[in-house]
């Protein structure tokens, strides 16, 4: 999250994280990171509704790099297909959620760093390693944060599908940002993150004041959460038995 070059997200002025158990015995982590020189809520929709332009164009380019709610190659049904086919690309054949990350290579030899038309060994390896990288994100995308869980009326509890939005678009009425989401099934992720730990993430900007002090909340529970209840016990065992 953070380091001596600034962070993924920023240069972290604080963050607050706990571990949670599901049901199911699997540990997940709840964090907040706090961006240093950050704008309160406030101060971002004011700037917003008094049509700052630069500001809103800066704000938006760094949201969308934060996170985002589709695929790196195209639409879930082309990734579909590219991932149900065997041995299309190299980087398929095996599930990317049990393979450790590829460290991009070596920058450009030829100096001032060259454009993309390069021709030096590392530039092309650069070129092949980008498309791997975007590949094996979509697949763990695929895998691990599409959402498919209907209850038995067909309703689901966490209120998927969501709505999608082909742009970001800023309402200047009240400061509402409404981030591009081209995916009703999948929730919004980083793909550096993504990349990285290999298995189901949800990053969002929280940007509203309210939105803050609810996920404070939430997230704070669970340090004082007690031990499972006994129903969760049971329908754990009866999970593991079952398998
Ligand atoms: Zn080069
Ligand atoms: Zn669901």
Redesign the pocket.
Known sequence: MDCENGGLYGKTSAYYATVEQQGRLSLHLHGLVWIEGALSPQEIRDRLVNYDTVFETQLVRYIESCCQGEFMTGSFQSVVEKFEKPNVTEHNNVDPTLTLLVPPPNP???EPI?DVL???E??CDLRNWKQAFQDTVDNILLNSNMHGCMNKYGDCTARFPREIHPETSVDHTDGRINLKKREPMMNTFTVVLTYLLRCNTDVTCILTGTAVKALVAYITDYISKSGLTTHHVFKAAYDVLLK
């Open positions: 450009c030899r030829v060259n390069c021709q030096c590392n530039c």
